[in-house]
């Protein structure tokens, strides 16, 4: 009888305690009685990425022309050069701040963060459609890279507001919400540019739209992320308010210490682990190495996704497509839907099967002949050309987000709560230095290769995708050991 009243002392003494004041708390309790797949913040993380990522590759389909329309490029061989530097503006300014943005979400809360980045959403790419010259596209991309830090956050928010079952599912809500953004923004930008001349019975050439051809797409983006930007205002806050030296503070398991000290010494060596310093992110190899991968994935997926518009609207005697910016919007939109179909409904799935190590190793793999394929898809015409790169432009971007999506997890598993901000404000900063370098080399590498048609090896457009298939081969060793680790306790 002592024993089971023994036992049932211990068990109130472990049983949570939510602090009333406290917004983490609050998330806590409600995760502890929750039942079933919680939709609504499902719904609300999809948004708040979605308005984001809709920015980052939507100038991607007109970049070219908008290049042309600047009248800085010589020939067009060196409009791809110019292009690039435009499309590695943003990632630039990201790099540069999304460790400061990290600790202020690991301070003040994911909230602010989230509410500053969608304001300048709102702001800059606004300016951005507006660019009369290229140091105005350059400089308003770059100014929205500096304050748009909020997908860090957002990946530690979507790691603490879900249940430990729900995880996988939360992350791929995040990463499906960026890939779907990178490619429906892009998307956005085929359709609405140029209005006046693909629309001249709703759009005059006299038009607001018709002297900024490349506004539209930019207002819309920004008014969705108007929207979003209201609605973050009832957004739940996940970060603790009663943190000491850096960490939760639980009563209820000092007050476990306190009644059983002198009888248990794994309780008290439990809690002589748990008062040491936090070890530095830098020394954490798990999520370092993760981070390291992950970078060289996104190097990898930028340069491709800006290669991809500028190959399709090149002309054919340059090994292009000759697509104009609508063709590329169709085309980016059936792989957005095909990705937003995989990712709902099988990605939580094939992550339970395999893992996150196996599906980023995978991915990869796969990648390298999917690519390899590009060049002779440029070959064909009419039907089979249409559908053979839909096919190919689907499977791709399914891979892309898949392997990022795998990534995301095994970065926020790396790492306890109150590190998880700036944690992934390393990887955002990480991700962005790679994603910089991504569209300016592989503008610089595209126009290199345009004027090298008749090399002896691999010319013209089969250099480029040479180049990127070496990049993906190098991020796919590096998911083997003794690189890339997983952190022990997780």
Same mark, same amino acid.
């Given at each position: 009888?002592?024993?089971?009243?023994?036992?049932?002392?211990?068990?109130?003494?472990?049983?949570?305690?939510?602090?009333?004041?406290?917004?983490?708390?609050?998330?806590?309790?409600?995760?502890?009685?929750?039942?079933?797949?919680?939709?609504?913040?499902?719904?609300?993380?999809?948004?708040?990425?979605?308005?984001?990522?809709?920015?980052?590759?939507?100038?991607?389909?007109?970049?070219?022309?908008?290049?042309?329309?600047?009248?800085?490029?010589?020939?067009?061989?060196?409009?791809?050069?110019?292009?690039?530097?435009?499309?590695? $503006?943003?990632?630039?300014?990201?790099?540069?701040?999304?460790?400061?943005?990290?600790?202020?979400?690991?301070?003040?809360?994911?909230?602010?963060?989230?509410?500053?980045?969608?304001?300048?959403?709102?702001?800059?790419?606004?300016?951005?459609?507006?660019?009369?010259?290229?140091?105005?596209?350059?400089?308003?991309?770059?100014?929205?890279? $500096?304050?748009?830090?909020?997908?860090?956050?957002?990946?530690?928010?979507?790691?603490?507001?879900?249940?430990?079952?729900?995880?996988?599912?939360?992350? $791929?809500?995040?990463?499906?919400?960026?890939?779907?953004?990178?490619? !429906?923004?892009?998307?956005?930008?085929?359709?609405?540019?140029?209005?006046?001349?693909?629309?001249?019975?709703?759009?005059?050439?006299?038009?607001?739209?018709?002297?900024?051809?490349?506004?539209?797409?930019?207002?819309?983006?920004?008014?969705?992320?108007?929207?979003?930007?209201?609605?973050?205002?009832?957004?739940?806050?996940?970060?603790?308010?009663?943190?000491?030296?850096?960490?939760?503070?639980?009563?209820?398991?000092?007050?476990?210490?306190?009644?059983?000290?002198?009888?248990?010494?794994?309780?008290?060596?439990?809690?002589?682990?748990?008062?040491?310093?936090?070890?530095?992110?830098?020394?954490?190899?798990?999520?370092?190495?993760?981070?390291?991968?992950?970078?060289?994935?996104?190097?990898?997926?930028?340069?491709?996704?800006?290669?991809?518009?500028?190959?399709?609207?090149?002309?054919?005697?340059?090994?292009?497509?000759?697509?104009?910016?609508?063709?590329?919007?169709?085309?980016?939109?059936?792989?957005?839907?095909?990705?937003?179909?995989?990712?709902?409904?099988?990605?939580?799935?094939?992550?339970?099967?395999?893992?996150?190590?196996?599906?980023?190793?995978?991915?990869?793999?796969?990648?390298?002949?999917?690519?390899?394929?590009?060049?002779?898809?440029?070959?064909?015409?009419?039907?089979?050309?249409?559908?053979?790169?839909?096919?190919?432009?689907?499977?791709?971007?399914?891979?892309?987000?898949?392997?990022?999506?795998?990534?995301?997890?095994?970065?926020?598993?790396?790492?306890?709560?109150?590190?998880?901000?700036?944690?992934?404000?390393?990887?955002?900063?990480?991700?962005?230095?790679?994603?910089?370098?991504?569209?300016?080399?592989?503008?610089?590498?595209?126009?290199?290769?345009?004027?090298?048609?008749?090399?002896? !090896?691999?010319?013209?457009?089969?250099?480029?995708?040479?180049?990127?298939?070496?990049?993906?081969?190098?991020?796919?060793?590096?998911?083997?050991?003794?690189?890339?680790?997983?952190?022990?306790?997780?």
């Amino acid at each position: 009888m002592a024993a089971l009243e023994e036992e049932e002392y211990r068990e109130r003494l472990l049983k949570k305690v939510y602090h009333e004041n406290c917004p983490g708390c609050k998330i806590e309790e409600e995760k502890a009685s929750q039942r079933g797949v919680p939709i609504r913040k499902l719904v609300a993380i999809w948004m708040i990425v979605l308005a984001s990522a809709l920015p980052i590759s939507s100038l991607f389909p007109f970049l070219y022309f908008m290049i042309r329309d600047f009248h800085i490029a010589k020939s067009p061989e060196d409009i791809g050069f110019y292009a690039g530097y435009v499309g590695s $503006s943003y990632m630039l300014g990201r790099a540069l701040t999304s460790v400061f943005w990290g600790i202020v979400a690991d301070r003040y809360g994911r909230k602010p963060v989230i509410i500053i980045g969608t304001i300048a959403v709102v702001i800059f790419n606004t300016l951005f459609g507006l660019s009369v010259n290229y140091w105005m596209a350059i400089t308003t991309r770059f100014l929205l890279g $500096s304050l748009n830090g909020l997908l860090g956050p957002v990946k530690a928010y979507a790691s603490e507001v879900f249940r430990e079952e729900h995880q996988a599912l939360g992350m $791929s809500t995040v990463s499906t919400a960026w890939g779907i953004g990178l490619i !429906i923004g892009p998307a956005l930008g085929g359709f609405f540019a140029q209005p006046a001349e693909k629309y001249p019975g709703i759009f005059s050439a006299d038009s607001i739209f018709g002297r900024f051809p490349y506004f539209l797409p930019c207002l819309c983006i920004s008014l969705f992320a108007l929207g979003v930007t209201v609605a973050c205002f009832w957004l739940p806050e996940t970060l603790h308010n009663h943190n000491q030296n850096g960490r939760l503070h639980d009563d209820s398991f000092e007050a476990l210490e306190t009644a059983s000290c002198a009888s248990n010494a794994n309780e008290m060596k439990q809690k002589a682990e748990e008062q040491k310093p936090k070890e530095s992110l830098m020394k954490n190899w798990p999520l370092m190495s993760s981070i390291i991968v992950y970078c060289v994935f996104s190097l990898h997926d930028m340069a491709y996704t800006e290669i991809f518009s500028l190959w399709a609207e090149s002309p054919r005697k340059l090994g292009g497509l000759s697509y104009s910016t609508k063709d590329v919007g169709e085309v980016l939109t059936i792989s957005g839907f095909g990705l937003f179909l995989f990712q709902t409904a099988l990605y939580p799935y094939v992550e339970k099967m395999l893992g996150p190590i196996r599906i980023a190793r995978l991915g990869g793999v796969l990648t390298i002949p999917l690519l390899s394929s590009y060049p002779f898809i440029a070959m064909l015409s009419g039907f089979a050309l249409s559908m053979l790169l839909n096919v190919a432009s689907l499977l791709k971007n399914v891979i892309s987000i898949t392997v990022v999506t795998s990534l995301f997890i095994l970065q926020n598993r790396a790492v306890d709560q109150d590190q998880r901000g700036a944690a992934n404000g390393i990887a955002m900063t990480g991700m962005s230095l790679f994603k910089a370098v991504g569209p300016a080399g592989g503008g610089a590498v595209f126009s290199w290769a345009q004027k090298r048609l008749d090399a002896a !090896i691999l010319p013209g457009i089969q250099m480029v995708f040479f180049i990127l298939n070496l990049v993906e081969a190098i991020a796919v060793l590096m998911t083997f050991k003794p690189f890339l680790t997983v952190r022990d306790d997780k």
